[in-house]
């Protein structure tokens, strides 16, 4: 055997990644951001559209 290289590694369980320890709550924030800037998007889309109807509406009063 050369100096230097291993022949086996001891891992322990604490040692171990855990996913829904480690993982979870990020993913969670992530995902929780992600669904409130949809959200925002969507409410910012929808005024935008209501605004142009009214004025799309006001613009047809004038003719009538």
Do not use: W
């Not at 050369?2 to 480690?22: C, K, M, N, R, W």
């Not at 993982?23 to 605004?51: F, H, M, R, S, Y």
Request: charged share 35%; aromatic share 6%; with cysteine.
């Amino acid at each position: 055997m050369h100096p230097g290289v291993e022949v086996a590694t001891q891992i322990e369980d604490s040692e171990l990644f855990d996913y829904i320890l480690e993982v979870e709550p990020i993913l969670q924030v992530l995902v929780g951001k992600t669904l409130e800037q949809a959200q925002t998007e969507l409410t910012e889309e929808d005024d935008k559209l209501e605004e142009l109807r009214r004025r799309v509406k006001n613009c047809f009063k004038e003719f009538i």
